[in-house]
């Protein structure tokens, strides 16, 4: 957002309701204050249409693994409770248990089923259960995968090579390795999405001649809140648009200097008749360093805030679901944890 003023007010209830302000040692006005009667004059009353008018989702960036959208309308603890949501409690399928045959690499036992919870899994957790302590595994609730790898010395390889990827045969077990054993009907069911590590590069182990790993891992569906292996997004982040407002114009070398303030983009140079000018055209890349504010020469010729009610944020799918759908399942979430609440609300008003 781009603004000129002559005075600047860091007091009027506009900028005090609707803006965090950045001063050069300190942050002011962070706290919301979007309630009724907080303002003399001022209806901050709930309106569900005036909601609606003002909410906005704005994708801007989308692909396989990566989203950014803003947010537009609502209150940070709202969005705070997306990107909740978004890290610990939308359900994936992970390797819960590892069941050791045969490993005689470096790797102990511990480190090696560790190290093969974390592979990210390319299913489909709405199409299965979650799985109770008690409960018995069965094609509902748990993906089997198997993994053998034996190393051994390449015979092909010349008697100086010394690149293990070409002197030994296996000399790397990675998630690659891991081969789905479909159970009960699931290789019908997934058969149009095969069940699979969603990256086929990620290193296991390294073994040498005579070393080994014969394993079985089990899947099983859960939430991020219990371990990270689970969790959907490698980051879920948001930060507030940054707004720049300038007083007046700042021309000449102030101008250059002004724009050597900021990120590349941020701000441009226009000349008008000869004279160099400086102008805001894309505030949101603004990294907010407060640097502008540090020269004596723009003293209240500039104020950087940021809106309150506008957020950027950024998700990083781990690839087993993609990242247009993870927000779709973090609204579900949310949805039903405010039904859920209402229902408690409803008995303990019918209780009384």
């Not at 309308?73 to 399928?93: C, H, K, S, Y």
């Not at 015979?155 to 990827?165: G, H, V």
């Not at 058969?191 to 790993?213: N, S, T, Y």
């Amino acid at each position: 957002m781009v603004a000129e003023k002559k005075n600047f007010k860091h007091s009027d209830i506009e900028t005090l309701r609707s803006r965090v302000i950045v001063e050069r040692d300190r942050v002011t006005s962070t706290a919301s204050t979007d309630f009724p009667h907080n303002y003399p004059g001022v209806d901050l009353a709930w309106d569900f249409e005036k909601f609606k008018e003002n909410f906005k989702i704005k994708i801007n960036r989308l692909s396989k693994s990566e989203m950014e959208f803003d947010m537009i309308g609502v209150d940070a603890a709202i969005a705070n409770a997306f990107r909740r949501i978004l890290i610990a409690e939308v359900p994936t399928m992970a390797i819960s248990n590892v069941f050791v045959m045969n490993n005689t690499s470096v790797v102990v036992d511990e480190v090696l089923a560790h190290r093969l919870g974390l592979v990210p899994i390319l299913a489909d957790p709405t199409k299965f259960d979650f799985k109770a302590k008690d409960e018995t595994s069965t094609d509902l609730n748990t993906i089997v995968f198997r993994l053998s790898a034996k190393c051994k010395h390449n015979p092909a390889a010349s008697a100086t090579e010394t690149d293990p990827l070409k002197k030994y045969i296996h000399s790397s077990v990675y998630s690659g390795d891991l081969v789905w054993d479909p159970k009960g009907d699931q290789a019908e069911r997934f058969k149009d999405c095969p069940i699979a590590p969603v990256h086929d590069d990620i290193v296991i182990a390294k073994l040498r001649p005579g070393q080994e790993i014969d394993v079985e891992v089990h899947c099983e569906k859960g939430l991020g809140q219990d371990h990270a292996k689970w969790s959907p997004v490698a980051t879920a982040t948001y930060r507030l648009l940054p707004e720049i407002l300038i007083n007046g114009e700042i021309t000449g070398e102030d101008a250059v200097k002004f724009q050597s303030c900021f990120p590349e983009g941020v701000v441009d140079i226009m000349v008008e008749n000869g004279v160099k000018k400086a102008v805001v055209v894309n505030p949101r890349k603004d990294t907010v360093s407060r640097e502008v504010l540090r020269h004596a020469e723009f003293e209240n010729k500039v104020k950087l805030t940021r809106v309150r009610d506008h957020f950027i944020f950024s998700i990083e799918s781990v690839g087993s679901i993609e990242p247009q759908d993870l927000l779709v399942q973090a609204v579900q979430v949310l949805m039903d944890k405010c039904a859920q609440v209402k229902r408690a609300l409803q008995a303990t008003l019918q209780s009384e």
